[in-house]
């Protein structure tokens, strides 16, 4: 392969991120997810339990399937095809969000759609990442994915920026601009927050044009797809090595905890503000937009540490920041700032707010994009689809339990702040754990 075309081949893996990234920055976290707990739910506790009951539905789905369709990937070499196929579920689900109207009753149809396109996105995230090894020598995949990470919070910044500024009303109708919603979109039925479902299906379509242009199969493709029988007995032999190989075993664990920790702060953090300080969807994308640009600077920067230092290093430090800034969370309330009273209308506690969404969005971008070049690291040659489909298992084995423990104990405490408190078990979880994990990986 020329070095210009490794350069696209880099750059269109790189869109995927930058395509993507919506789906968490719009939909799960400073969009959607608040709209559905203030607009399409009018009880805020009822619907963060309702809404982790589905996610963490979502995340069993994924559990089953994702380590099973690597295996089938990794024997055929047929990535673009899954892909092709989890983007188009991707694209669906995200669209039919615009039926999400106020009050909807029944919610369970608004709820599948959204899930589904959670488990496309999830899917063809699998298989991208597993393209990552093919894309430079060892010592520069750090970089490569750091930067795509980095790639993927502009996207999800820009995005956030024009469904503030054009789309996402207001409690008195209009966006950030001071205007009603684009296109005589009705914000009485609250049609520009709506279009957050169409707006994110089309950026997907349309960024993921020099992705399908570019990438290309990194080894022959097979003419048929593996059976899953096969499928299911490769991965049967990698899960007997898992005691041979108690460092990826290790990792895999932490992984599963602290990545459930990060998505449970992503999922919920925007349902958090609005029930708990009472922002609107503006206020919350205005936060949003922060923790997107932080994320951003801290995933490339975290790339070059990682090319310096190792993933490792780069994986423990940002679990304990997102500890600490978990644990200060739930001091934090209108009236209050680590609890120490304010007095009342204080700006203090929406400024404490920023700053811990600034650490959020730092500390989350370069530990997503570090950990995945660890992955690289201990996984077997041969085996990266599989591998990731392990890690995508080892993140959605648990991914229902962080919704589904904060929805539990939401529901039963009748309180948000500690509803919220599971997530700082499992970061504490995770980070044991990495204790067991060898820097430089267990390639064979």
């Given at each position: 392969?020329?070095?210009?075309?490794?350069?696209?081949?880099?750059?269109?893996?790189?869109?995927?991120?930058?395509?993507?990234?919506?789906?968490?920055?719009?939909?799960?976290?400073?969009?959607?997810?608040?709209?559905?707990?203030?607009?399409?739910?009018?009880?805020?506790?009822?619907?963060?339990?309702?809404?982790?009951?589905?996610?963490?539905?979502?995340?069993?789905?994924?559990?089953?399937?994702?380590?099973?369709?690597?295996?089938?990937?990794?024997?055929?070499?047929?990535?673009?095809?899954?892909?092709?196929?989890?983007?188009?579920?991707?694209?669906?689900?995200?669209?039919?969000?615009?039926?999400?109207?106020?009050?909807?009753?029944?919610?369970?149809?608004?709820?599948?759609?959204?899930?589904?396109?959670?488990?496309?996105?999830?899917?063809?995230?699998?298989?991208?990442?597993?393209?990552?090894?093919?894309?430079?020598?060892?010592?520069?995949?750090?970089?490569?994915?750091?930067?795509?990470?980095?790639?993927?919070?502009?996207?999800?910044?820009?995005?956030?920026?024009?469904?503030?500024?054009?789309?996402?009303?207001?409690?008195?109708?209009?966006?950030?601009?001071?205007?009603?919603?684009?296109?005589?979109?009705?914000?009485?039925?609250?049609?520009?927050?709506?279009?957050?479902?169409?707006?994110?299906?089309?950026?997907?379509?349309?960024?993921?044009?020099?992705?399908?242009?570019?990438?290309?199969?990194?080894?022959?493709?097979?003419?048929?797809?593996?059976?899953?029988?096969?499928?299911?007995?490769?991965?049967?032999?990698?899960?007997?090595?898992?005691?041979?190989?108690?460092?990826?075993?290790?990792?895999?664990?932490?992984?599963?905890?602290?990545?459930?920790?990060?998505?449970?702060?992503?999922?919920?953090?925007?349902?958090?503000?609005?029930?708990?300080?009472?922002?609107?969807?503006?206020?919350?994308?205005?936060?949003?937009?922060?923790?997107?640009?932080?994320?951003?600077?801290?995933?490339?920067?975290?790339?070059?540490?990682?090319?310096?230092?190792?993933?490792?290093?780069?994986?423990?430090?940002?679990?304990?920041?997102?500890?600490t800034v978990s644990l200060i969370v739930v001091t934090v309330t209108p009236g209050a700032v680590l609890l120490i009273p304010v007095a009342e209308g204080s700006p203090l506690p929406d400024v404490a707010f920023y700053v811990l969404g600034a650490l959020i969005g730092g500390a989350g971008g370069a530990l997503q994009a570090s950990s995945r070049t660890m992955l690289v690291r201990v996984v077997a040659p041969g085996h990266v689809t599989e591998g990731f489909g392990l890690y995508a298992l080892a993140g959605k084995a648990t991914a229902f339990l962080a919704p589904v423990l904060i929805g539990a104990v939401t529901?039963?405490?009748?309180?948000?702040?500690?509803?919220?408190?599971?997530?700082?078990?499992?970061?504490?979880?995770?980070?044991?754990?990495?204790?067991?994990?060898?820097?430089?990986?267990?390639?064979?």
């Amino acid at each position: 392969m020329t070095d210009i075309a490794l350069r696209r081949r880099v750059r269109g893996w790189m869109m995927f991120d930058f395509a993507s990234q919506p789906y968490n920055t719009l939909l799960l976290t400073f969009i959607f997810g608040p709209y559905f707990a203030s607009a399409v739910m009018d009880d805020p506790v009822r619907a963060q339990s309702t809404f982790g009951f589905a996610v963490g539905l979502a995340g069993v789905v994924m559990a089953l399937g994702a380590p099973v369709l690597g295996a089938m990937a990794d024997a055929s070499g047929r990535h673009l095809a899954w892909i092709k196929l989890f983007s188009l579920l991707y694209v669906l689900g995200a669209a039919s969000l615009w039926f999400a109207v106020p009050l909807a009753d029944p919610v369970w149809p608004i709820l599948l759609v959204f899930c589904a396109g959670l488990v496309g996105m999830e899917f063809a995230t699998i298989f991208t990442n597993a393209m990552l090894p093919a894309l430079g020598p060892r010592e520069e995949i750090g970089r490569i994915s750091g930067s795509g990470w980095a790639l993927g919070y502009v996207g999800g910044v820009l995005a956030l920026v024009l469904m503030l500024g054009f789309f996402a009303e207001n409690a008195v109708g209009t966006t950030l601009l001071g205007r009603p919603p684009a296109f005589g979109l009705d914000p009485d039925t609250r049609a520009g927050t709506r279009f957050v479902g169409p707006f994110t299906a089309l950026w997907y379509v349309v960024f993921m044009v020099p992705f399908f242009l570019w990438v290309r199969p990194v080894r022959p493709v097979a003419r048929t797809v593996t059976p899953v029988r096969a499928a299911l007995a490769r991965l049967g032999q990698t899960l007997r090595s898992l005691p041979r190989r108690p460092g990826f075993a290790a990792y895999l664990g932490a992984s599963m905890l602290y990545r459930d920790a990060l998505n449970g702060l992503y999922t919920f953090g925007g349902i958090y503000t609005a029930g708990v300080l009472g922002w609107s969807v503006v206020d919350i994308g205005v936060f949003g937009i922060l923790a997107a640009v932080t994320g951003a600077i801290a995933a490339w920067a975290g790339g070059r540490a990682d090319r310096a230092r190792g993933p490792k290093p780069v994986i423990v430090a940002c679990v304990a920041i997102l500890l600490t800034v978990s644990l200060i969370v739930v001091t934090v309330t209108p009236g209050a700032v680590l609890l120490i009273p304010v007095a009342e209308g204080s700006p203090l506690p929406d400024v404490a707010f920023y700053v811990l969404g600034a650490l959020i969005g730092g500390a989350g971008g370069a530990l997503q994009a570090s950990s995945r070049t660890m992955l690289v690291r201990v996984v077997a040659p041969g085996h990266v689809t599989e591998g990731f489909g392990l890690y995508a298992l080892a993140g959605k084995a648990t991914a229902f339990l962080a919704p589904v423990l904060i929805g539990a104990v939401t529901l039963a405490s009748g309180s948000q702040q500690i509803g919220i408190l599971p997530i700082v078990g499992l970061f504490t979880l995770g980070l044991i754990l990495l204790v067991w994990v060898k820097p430089e990986g267990e390639p064979a």
